[in-house]
């Protein structure tokens, strides 16, 4: 297969011609490499996240932060490291933020923040059930968070000093799921909407109810469907990245086939690109399925 990665150098002036090309990159399957960390990371920040040894009794597996509401999770409310560790994330966020605004001019305004975290573990040899095993080829979809169309964008930075980040990539949605579509009976279950009555009640009352699309419970089914399946997972198109210490890169997980096969601290921001900010919404997921299946994914 074509490499998928397209490796950049020091970031100066972005043209608009140049920012709209590397959205349209990323959005055709490209992983954007930087070779080293394109905005401010202070190595105070950098030093104390290393410092922090996952022992399971402080920490979940990641340590998240969510920007809209300044909230952090993963953290015990007695750890002596909560406020600092707030203070890191919330910096971390605002900074790949402003980044990304630039970079990519044409989504500034329009996009929206989701999480970002913090992933002290080592993704190697990690015991976890089928459908949250990361060393398994999949696409990113949110159960809690459904993005009616919008597009997932991700920026990692490996900061650990001495190992790289190790993942394996396959093709683009737009290349590869028309062709296992064909091969391979993929029909997700659709459970329809619910009224947006009936959210904004439930929410009220405090209950998680999710508003998702046709489009949200097609992705949250192939998410699981593609690590069940043995034969994409050994013998469809595959590229193995090694993204070394002190790098950043970022890639558009709901349309890029992605695995994390090892690697120790990294930080991750997620953003939420909506369809109409988009430059070539021909190849976004929502748009394949809907040519797939002669139906309307989202309102």
């Known amino acids: 297969m074509a490499s998928t990665l397209s490796a950049l150098n020091e970031i100066t002036n972005i043209q608009p011609e140049l920012a709209s090309g590397y959205c349209d990159q990323l959005e055709r399957g490209k992983v954007l490499l ?31 932060y969510r920007p809209a509401r300044d909230i952090l999770n993963g953290v015990s409310s ?3 490291d909560r406020e600092r560790l707030h203070d890191v994330m919330r910096r971390f966020s605002g900074e790949v933020t402003r980044f990304v605004s630039v970079f990519l001019a044409p989504y500034a305004g329009k996009i929206k923040l989701d999480f970002s975290s913090f992933r002290p573990l080592e993704e190697q040899n990690r015991d976890l059930p089928l459908h949250k095993r990361n060393d398994l080829l999949h696409v990113d979809a949110f159960p809690t968070r459904p993005t009616r169309g919008g597009r997932i964008l991700r920026v990692f930075v490996n900061i650990n000093p001495i ?16 062709r296992l579509a064909k091969s391979q009976k993929i029909s997700p ?27 949200d419970e097609f992705m949250l089914y192939l998410h699981d469907w593609l690590k069940e399946n043995a034969d994409f997972q050994q013998n469809w198109q595959k590229q193995q990245l090694a993204f ?56």
Request: net charge positive; proline share 11%; hydrophobic share 40%.
């Open 163 to 178: 190992a790289d980040r190790v993942w394996n990539v396959g093709e683009a949605f737009d290349a590869f799921l028309p």
């Open 244 to 299: 070394p210490p002190g790098c950043t890169w970022m890639v558009f997980t709901d349309g890029v086939p992605h695995a994390a096969l090892s690697g120790q601290y990294a930080l991750e921001h997620t953003f939420i690109v909506p369809p109409e900010a988009l430059v070539t919404p021909e190849v976004a997921p929502i748009r394949v399925l809907e040519a797939l299946t002669g139906t309307r994914m989202a309102n």
């Open 189 to 215: 279950p659709y459970r329809g909407t619910v009224s947006r009555s009936v959210v904004r009640l439930a929410a009220r009352i405090g209950l998680p109810v999710a508003d998702r699309s046709r489009y």
């Open 34 to 64: 930087f070779r080293g960390i394109p905005f401010a990371l202070p190595p105070a920040d950098r030093d104390f996240l290393l410092s922090q040894k996952q022992t399971g009794s402080r920490f979940h597996k990641n340590i998240s």
């Open 78 to 80: 007695d750890s002596p």
